[in-house]
């Protein structure tokens, strides 16, 4: 294809991507990284467009390529500035601003012309490896496997610019073949680039919608608290742990006591209120904790790994002690509340891990049948395996 259908069809596929990325905007919860890729496609679309129109009508006011590359440094950053904004970064337009005027200012200073090359490639490569080294840096290895086409595109898109340095370097004077070949390249890599693009960041979108759905699907949405659906497959990662390792492994059941009269006195606005002031006090003592989860209305379970006895006994009884001593304010009133709390540890002949939770739930029920506003222990304050708490 010679420079001008490379050129339309650059501008054609930025065109998808603006609206690829516009509608995915409209269609999700107006996140502002597609509001940015979408500017950054209308960017390249211009920038194409200028491009397909100087060498159709063939055009040689200076200030058009001038506009023509500075649309397309803004592209390119418009990329970068999305991925900090997915990333709850700021995206520094104020940069982009800077090498604008830079680029814009060689174009129109005649005895800078030479250098165009000089500044508008590095500007682009600097973006391009600024995309790749964000993303390569990020410690969720889980989201990785979203950025990966992201990274290895514009790796490759920078490598590929510094081949072209390289050219210009080695031929100090390329022949008007030349030049149409490299442009023609140029044109090449900018149009898989965009289609490249495009794709790629609507997986890094829809990836992190996935994962956000899925963490909605496993999390109480009153609380913030894992739910009984997350219950099954954590419990089960840590028995299988315990098992191969044979650390220890328990769990704290609660729930909150005469939580019905609390309803029935205040009304259920209040009740959902003490459920989160119990949750969040509990968070406060139970935050080195494994997994915490709303298994029922106002009963909930915590997962502790690899802790002794007694300090499990203590963090139960911190929790029970907290409760009780910070009442929920509102409304101008104070509700007293308490919690019945229920311990049980992994025993050797255990099978399951429901047999540790069910152990727990048994001694949470003796405490409520022993006075409430207690902490009970299997093994220790009820009949059970052999479970001792110890002093030391």
């Given at each position: 294809m010679d420079s001008f259908t490379l050129a339309v069809a650059s501008a054609l596929a930025a065109t998808i991507m603006a609206v690829s990325m516009g509608l995915l905007y409209l269609?999700?919860?107006?996140?502002?990284?597609?509001?940015?890729?979408?500017?950054?496609?209308?960017?390249?679309?211009?920038?194409?467009s200028i491009v397909a129109c100087a060498i159709h009508f063939q055009l040689h006011d200076v200030r058009v390529p001038a506009f023509g590359n500075v649309l397309y440094v803004a592209g390119h950053y418009g990329i970068l500035a999305g991925l900090r904004r997915h990333l709850k970064l700021r995206p520094r337009w104020d940069l982009l601003a800077a090498v604008a005027l830079l680029v814009f200012g060689v174009h129109l200073v005649p005895a800078l012309q030479g250098a165009l090359t000089a500044v508008l490639v590095p500007a682009v490569v600097a973006i391009d490896l600024a995309v790749a080294r964000l993303l390569w840096r990020q410690p969720d290895r889980e989201a990785r496997v979203a950025y990966l086409p992201m990274i290895v595109l514009e790796a490759g898109f920078a490598a590929q610019q510094g081949v072209r340095i390289l050219a210009d370097a080695l031929h100090t004077a390329p022949g008007m073949a030349a030049c149409q070949f490299l442009q023609a390249c140029d044109a090449?890599?900018?149009?898989?680039?965009?289609?490249?693009?495009?794709?790629?960041?609507?997986?890094?979108?829809?990836?992190?919608q996935t994962r956000a759905l899925r963490r909605a699907s496993l999390t109480d949405v009153l609380t913030g608290w894992l739910n009984r659906r997350a219950l099954h497959d954590t419990a089960l990662r840590a028995f299988q742990r315990s098992e191969r390792s044979g650390a220890a492994l328990h769990f704290i059941t609660f729930d909150i006591?005469?939580?019905?009269?609390?309803?029935?006195?205040?009304?259920?606005?209040?009740?959902?209120?003490?459920?989160?002031?119990?949750t969040a006090v509990a968070s406060r003592v139970l935050h080195g904790c494994d997994a915490l989860f709303r298994i029922g209305g106002e009963e909930f379970a915590v997962l502790v790994a690899d802790s002794r006895a007694d300090e499990v006994w203590r963090m139960a009884e911190r929790l029970r002690e907290m409760v009780a001593a910070l009442p929920l304010v509102t409304e101008g009133r104070a509700v007293a509340m308490t919690v019945s709390v229920g311990v049980a540890g992994l025993d050797a002949g255990d099978l399951r891990w429901e047999d540790i939770l069910r152990r727990a739930d048994e001694a949470l029920y003796h405490a409520?049948?022993?006075?409430?506003?207690?902490v009970s222990v299997h093994g220790v304050d009820l009949d059970g395996r052999a479970y001792f708490i110890q002093t030391a």
């Open positions: 269609a999700s919860s107006r996140r502002v990284c597609l509001f940015n890729w979408a500017v950054a496609g209308l960017f390249f679309t211009a920038s194409s090449l890599f900018v149009l898989v680039f965009l289609s490249v693009a495009t794709m790629s960041c609507a997986l890094i979108v829809t990836h992190d006591d005469h939580f019905k009269s609390i309803n029935d006195r205040y009304g259920h606005g209040i009740g959902d209120a003490a459920i989160c002031h119990v409520k049948q022993n006075g409430r506003n207690r």
